[in-house]
């Protein structure tokens, strides 16, 4: 019913992509993020800041993005591709399921963590679409008991 309902929602969304975005590592906060659409120019924690900036980015293109498009791959890979925009991790084919190498495969390799495999692309596409059936499928199961079994399955 409000005119402009981001204005009551956008310091929500902002604070969960500056806690979000500590998960990784990255530090930014609210306030950095407000000065930051002001005069991207001027902040001192630049890089940071447009990890973090990405984040909103990222999610308030997925809410407008689900009134045309369902919870998909397709729909991962096009706010994979908005978080990745201009930051460390770009040259890394944003917006696309990793095919290589990863750091956790690497160190199960070296068994610094026994019994982690890396998964192979075909198991791991296999999965993936598993995941989307599951997504738009029906289910007598609870979500997450439905999920599960999904994840187990595979």
């Known amino acids: 019913?409000?005119?402009?309902?981001?204005?009551?929602?956008?310091?929500?969304?902002?604070?969960?992509?500056?806690?979000?975005?500590?998960?990784?590592?990255?530090?930014?906060?609210?306030?950095d993020l407000v000065l930051f659409k002001v005069d991207p120019e001027v902040q001192d924690r630049k890089p940071d800041t447009l990890e973090v900036r990405n984040y909103v980015t990222a999610l308030e293109y997925g809410l407008k993005r689900l009134r045309e498009l369902p919870v998909s791959l397709k729909l991962f890979g096009e706010l994979h591709g908005r978080l990745l925009k201009g930051v460390r991790g770009t040259d890394k084919s944003p917006g696309e399921f990793a095919i290589g190498r990863t750091i956790l495969a690497h160190l199960a390799q070296r068994s610094l963590m026994p019994g982690l495999c890396h998964t192979p692309v075909p198991e791991m596409k296999q999965a993936l679409a598993a995941f989307e059936n599951f997504l738009h499928g029906p289910s007598e199961r609870p979500f997450l008991i439905g999920l599960g079994a999904v994840a187990l399955s595979i």
Do not use: Q
Not at 20 to 31: Q, V
């Open 1 to 31: 019913m409000l005119p402009n309902p981001h204005l009551l929602i956008g310091p929500f969304v902002r604070r969960e992509a500056v806690l979000s975005s500590r998960i990784e590592g990255t530090i930014a906060n609210e306030e």
